[in-house]
């Protein structure tokens, strides 16, 4: 029997120890999984046989029930190979292929009763996917998380776009720095938030956009964050390696589960060419399809707004200066109107009338119903009820108005992080935007959340931004929701999640500025999990024109705002700045009002994060392309080719450029614009300005 | 100038130190209020000249702003008069008169720019009531509570009639000590529950219940707590000193407030009658009129249950054995049935035939729904659905079974603790009710809150659960919250509240047991502030008839559990035992058959907490007497006199006695019953077992 015994344990360790290699469909990647001495999961990537991770652990501390750490041993490994090609409601591309090797592994913990996980590998062109998974089985059932273990080993000490780690917010400038200088740089980094919570020195957000010292871009995020609390990376900065840090709520718990379950997966999009990284569809192949039968109502929308004016302080989202409100109570009627409202009922129609002038589909109205008096920062539970309007706001009198001139209005639903009320009030406020005709809103997350204790980016907040979004397509309602969790690709499942914010918009322009290579970065982090309300559009670079209090400045030339409308994808697109300045530049307003919102393709052009992005896409269904290049604060020239153009056709560019003495900060608002013929085989040399841009609308020569 | 200083120095003096006294309308209790050298506001409360409460400082400590606690000055003080009287829907008596002298301070801060606040005392002839007002004014807005500084300075080492303080639980024996005693005797007194949260070795619960050594009865409790955290008092055990302790959120604050607004009232009730404490109705007095204009379909309640043979393990909630479940997920056609589960279609039927048969108004059922597999103890957030039946019970085949009966299902909704999820599906549940037939629902909040860190008796679960009764309001829909808030007479305004439990129920007799002098106690203390609905009537006293395994047994004899009827006063009277049993019985279940649910009148006849009660009541509208008596261990003599009925008349009284052998711990079910004739100067002298009790139904001679 002995004899016996002593097989078993060496076939044991050396299932334990045969690793196994997945490698992406077109070899470039491979990753290697094993177990190691003490039974802990391992992996590893490398890409063209450089090591994109080094050996790192998996495994999940829990809390209530024995940790999924260590003492597993490999009881099943199963490969398979997918490819289909799926056609997004609206997106970048009209077809995304969905092509990848999984590797399936059941790990089993024999000191454990035998309890098993699985972790599901699926390695594509463009990078690596996996996830936990915990079927459901007789020794699991509930367990509570007190910590994922999943490491991230870096193979050196790259160059890091990266933001503070925070519960709370992403509205942080990007920090650029070797990976060794995070813990040196964290402090000016963390610039105040009205809510916010870092946790580490060395705590960074994702989307992590890396590049290696030999030319490798690197991006982690994770896909599919669904009922789990958002991941962020602990840097070990000694080693380089990062680790897996979950939002806790407010007991310090980090995840409520019951088998059968599973992780949102982890990804690691990487390549030698950066525009790999923009043009990754990895993150929506990792999410599961449309839950919806009839996607018919969900459409892109070019819309502008009532916003900009309060963003500035030139208008006011409040109706009074009256600082204590409480709704049901306050008679608004006996308040004396504090003259600066923007939402008044005239107002709108001044802006519903430019969104039918310039072909529009929609305005957005901020500041139409009652409470913005005392909105955040009160800790105030029943902030606003989302169905009374403001004294001088009549609903029914703008639904008929916005109908006749066929132009829709979109709801604005700020929450002030008051979760509870918004679902007490959520059906409430759905019905009233149907029986209103509103078919799209805007929600908001302004503030410290309540239930106090619990964080933005927490299991209960994830728990809820999704089920606003569901409950919404009950109703058929597209939601755009600002500071929620940033975005997971969940948009391909939920495809009523038009939009999100979940990083600095355009309105730090107003509060600051934006650093001049935001935008040039906003793509490789942000982007990479889904569409992001940027709200470009701004011509009046100077706030002060609006409101003499304000010194602050857009830090871009007015042709890198055109610019960004390419750039910076989204189905849901603003013309941001005030329908009075448009009328001052109608000119370069055109390419606004005519660049698409919804593609049948996209080629990167030229793209270096924090430096340069150059892009081209092709209008849905229409033989319509258009160009955006931008830059930091360097000016530089952009090659701008047009291959992707079909052969042998002239086609009609307008461009519109950075005027010769443009840049940000002297002289934004220079600019030219000139008609140019193009066909496939065109170079265009084209200058742009200090944080400049260029940007080209082409359309088939009409002979 | 320098004299007119020390001239208005001396004003000031003064008006701190010249106290306000006010008095009850019959001059026997008097109330002086003043502000000491330290600006601190302090009040002390005399009954028939004896101290109830020493001079006890008021104040409100708070986290964000300067706190309410000391440079107070007596800026204005208003005296006025109140005399009405009211009729409940619905009670103990038809008129309740509302008379007190009230005294309204206002205390500014001169270093806080003057910010003022108020307190509003009522004087009754029963006793004290007072609150604090947070008026609006320019200096005041929103502030949080960090805690309540109310003191309660007692004359003496009471007799004290006390539970545990807890945030999440009320389901404690009471201990009766002496206030010295209550350090000694905490750590007994807290017996394991599901969730529970004590703060203090000497924290206790409020209804407080106390006795002096000469002779007062006292009992401090709250009145109409609304969006405010339940107050706990923390002795000082060395001067007897009761202080007010909050109960925290999930980051430990204590109450979020926005000016204008106010605290729940703090009660004292004191008399030199132990019946007198029974009577008082201060606590409702305290509380708003009725908010609701329609009250029709409010009405009392006598029901049966498929619920006992769960509470006792005779059969089950659940369904199958199972032990994990996903809503939504989980297919129950697909599992196995336990074949114990109670509310079955057929089973249902049954209970609807004995309520037809025997003049019940209403069946509850538990168990009805799908989740029970994994209810609670999981930190499980989407528990139930509230819609969903198990596939055995049929919602529409026994809607028209009842209808057709004339008997109503109650629903049930079991919370298990998750709020959110509750919330989330309230309006779906309660829309399901009304298309069902259901006017009335049990609701339960078993095991820790979700959200997690909250409390049973934090600011945040007290305005859920006036929600929940507000939101079922909207659709005429009655509730009966079990582990809610202890009331505050709330059930004034809101007179759809029916009926909580907030105290150890009948269901503890098949946990282990109550202490026989339970329901001794329970009317000076938990019912101070509302109905119970305690589901009395166990006739089959053994537990193990019903399950082998279960060795509890009922600590009281059969009739004590017909006299409860009387004395434990609620308009939603359940017969908790099961039919089977009470066809063994008819003779003295006829008593649950007659007795009333709602009253004209009630006489407390003799009474000493944790010893003895003997009371009756008339029934609301008919000439028709009930009398209950119930002993504590001690078997005694009652003397049950009738001097309420009407003079010179003769009536038939039907007496439900222990038999002479009983004990309910040796001889439970032994009754006997008999007729005898009554009048208004009749005086019986009976007796009662030990934990035994006596029950008279009293009809008019009929000649």
Known sequence: MRKIYVLALVLLYAATMKAQVITSPDKNFTMKFSVNADGEPVYELSYKQKAIIKPSKL?????????????????????STFDESWNPPMGEQKTIRNQYNELLVTLSQPAVDNRFIRIRFRIFNDGLGFRYEFPSQKNLNYFVIKEEHTEFALA??????????????????????????????????????????????TGVQTPLMMKSSDGLYINIHEAALVDYSCMHLDLDDKNFVLKSFLTPDAVGDKGYMQAPTQSPWRTVIASDKAGDILTSKLVYNLNEPAKYKDLSWIKPVKYIGVWWEMITGKSTWAYTDTENI??????YSKLKPNGKHGATTAHVKEYIDFAAKHGFDAVLVEGWNVGWEDWFGKTKDYVFDFVTPYPDFDVKELQRYAASKNVKIIMHHETSGSVRNYERHLDTAYKFMVENGYNAVKSGYVGNIIPRGEHHYGQWLVNHYLYAVQKAADYKIMVNAHEAIRPTGLNRTYPNLMANESARGTEYESFGGNNPDHTTILPFTRQIGGPMDYTPGIFQTKISAYNPDNTSFVHTTLVKQLALYVTMYSPLQMAADLPETYNKHLDAFQFIKDVAVDWDDTWVIEAEPGDYITMARKAKGKNEWYVGAITDENPRVATITFNYLPKGKNFIATLYADGKDASYDKN??????????????????????????AAISIKEEVK
């Open 326 to 331: 409480q709704l049901g109570v306050t008679d």
């Open 668 to 693: 934004p608002q220079s600019y030219a614009i000139r008609k140019i013929k193009v066909n496939s085989k065109t170079v265009l040399k084209q200058q742009l300005a200090s944080s400049g841009g």
């Open 59 to 79: 495994g999940i501390e829990t809390k209530d029930v024995p940790s999924f750490l260590r003492g597993f041993t490999v009881t099943d490994t199963r490969q």
């Open 156 to 201: 050196g000490d790259h160059k890091t776009f990266w933001l503070p780690g925070d519960f709370d917010t992403q509205e942080y400038h990007t920090t650029t720095s070797k990976l060794s200088e995070v813990r040196g740089k964290m402090k000016n980094a963390i610039t105040p938030n009205v809510s916010q919570k870092t946790f580490s020195p």
